[in-house]
């Protein structure tokens, strides 16, 4: 019996899975051995698309640092300083500002921005964007979304962007550009962009070609972001590389990097496979924690079963998720009626992608969300994790196939070197 551990907020579980049936534990690959200072001195002195990143500042400008918010990873409070002892000559405090990139979330308690931003919290001032106030137009993109965003920004002489690349759902990859749409934009910019999801170029590792990533591409570019500083986080949440640069091409080498530790062949699907959403901050609710039962249907066979193990301890995180889905009263496909009647809204779309893979398969989830909402979502309550791998068994018989994703997040299957199919 193999017992494997799943991130759960910010505690472990362990399951029990049987070897005879197990596949295997889908993990990325080994991250080389760096530290954030050696990493962060590297991509500074080796900048990628930009000559100087320090000389692009000039005293007396005033800077805005957009950061991610309390939902994202992205280890703010300690990349920060890195990259405030290198352009302290260049700026004062008092001209730069830490906006905090929401898009569309709630704001972040005092609590979080301790925790995102530590002391300082209290060293600069920091402001938390709003989608619904202190926007402007910018411009039109191709496709005539009003860009709307954060007047902070728009006033700044110098903005710079901080966060993290990861594989994104629809939106191909985070980070880079997408600091500034969503993470500064007004709702109709975001419910604009957003709204074109159901392209089926809209997927997880598509950044060329994919119609939200290319207009959010266009955002920044409108909004003239001088750098980004990006990191790649392993699975165990520790930076492995960072990129600094030009928002395009450092923004490519690190997702680069992203792939050859992140994507991994799948050569055999599971009946059963058992994923969590990788602990805080990725689990903080049902709605940031689809991710990672987003990849995890890649690698379930059609009727299967997925265990997801999130903790979700703010619940669902987003009204229109959850009005979507408790709308539902025969079963989850009601929402693509929903979805036809009322065109796109910024959180259906999650009830929608969710719908599909509760075509595909039986979702058991395991948090603290109470068992009479899990099952208005059409998902069983996992009280458990041993028990679900018992009723997996008697479902497929004494040969059913398990998988493990300790880290679904941030692990992409790739199914025989294609992709989804």
Same mark, same amino acid.
């Given at each position: 019996?193999?017992?494997v ?7 472990m ?32 002195q ?20 957009i ?6 990873p ?5 990349v ?7 352009? *302290?000559?260049? @700026?004062? $405090?008092?001209? #730069? ?5 929401? %898009?569309? +979330?709630?704001?972040? &308690?005092?609590g979080?921005?301790e ?14 964007h709003?989608?619904?106030?202190n ?25 710079v ?15 880079? *550009?997408?600091? @500034?749409l $969503?993470g500064? #934009? ?5 419910? %604009?962009? +957003?709204?074109?999801? &159901? ?10 070609g ?12 409108l909004v003239?972001?001088d ?16 990129v ?21 062949p799948l ?21 940031q ?7 995890a ?6 009727g ?11 619940g ?21 009626g ?27 989830l ?21 028990e ?8 497929f ?7 493990a ?8 299957p ?8």
């Amino acid at each position: 019996m193999a017992l494997v551990e799943f991130p759960y907020g910010r505690e472990m579980v362990k399951v029990g899975l049987p070897d005879r049936n197990l596949i295997g534990v889908l993990e990325g690959n080994p991250p080389p051995s760096v530290g954030l200072e050696e990493a962060f001195d590297r991509a500074w002195q080796e900048p990628i698309g930009v000559e100087d990143p320090a000389e692009v500042i000039r005293p007396g400008e005033k800077v805005v640092f957009i950061v991610t918010d309390q939902t994202r990873p992205t280890p703010t409070q300690q990349v920060f300083p890195l990259l405030w002892e290198r352009i *302290r000559g260049h @700026v004062h $405090p008092e001209d #730069a500002t830490i906006l905090v990139s929401t %898009g569309t +979330h709630r704001a972040p &308690t005092e609590g979080e921005l301790e925790q995102l931003l530590g002391e300082l919290r209290h060293e600069f001032e920091v402001v938390i964007h709003d989608c619904d106030r202190n926007v402007v137009e910018v411009g039109r993109s191709r496709c005539g979304t009003p860009i709307l965003i954060n007047r902070r920004v728009m006033e700044a002489d110098r903005v710079v962007t901080l966060g993290h690349i990861g594989m994104h759902y629809y939106a191909g990859y985070s980070g880079g *550009r997408k600091n @500034v749409l $969503p993470g500064v #934009a007004g709702r109709a910019t975001i419910e %604009g962009n +957003h709204a074109q999801l &159901t392209d089926p170029r809209c997927e997880g590792c598509v950044y060329e070609g994919n119609p939200i990533s290319e207009e959010m591409s266009e955002a920044a570019r409108l909004v003239g972001v001088d750098y980004i500083v990006d990191v790649v986080l392993d699975s165990q949440g520790q930076v492995s590389k960072v990129v600094v640069g030009d928002v395009e091409e450092a923004h490519a080498v690190g997702r680069t990097f992203w792939d050859s530790l992140f994507q991994v062949p799948l050569s055999e699907r599971g009946d059963i496979v058992v994923v969590s959403a990788g602990g805080h901050p990725y689990d903080i609710n049902l709605y940031q924690a689809y991710k990672g039962l987003y990849n995890a249907a890649r690698a379930v066979k059609d009727g299967g079963m997925i265990l997801w193990i999130a903790a979700c301890p703010d619940g669902v995180g987003h009204s229109v998720f959850s009005d979507w889905m408790l709308r539902c009263c025969d079963g989850p496909d009601e929402v693509f009626g929903t979805l036809q009647r009322e065109g796109f809204k910024l959180g259906g779309h999650k009830a929608v992608y969710l719908a599909k893979d509760l075509q595909r398969s039986e979702v058991y989830l395991f948090s603290e969300i109470e068992e009479n909402l899990v099952h208005r979502f059409f998902l069983k309550p996992a009280g458990d994790l041993d028990e679900i791998i018992t009723i997996a068994g008697e479902r497929f018989g004494a040969e059913f196939r398990i998988l493990a994703m300790p880290h679904g997040e941030a692990t992409f299957p790739v199914v025989d070197g294609s992709g989804f199919s």
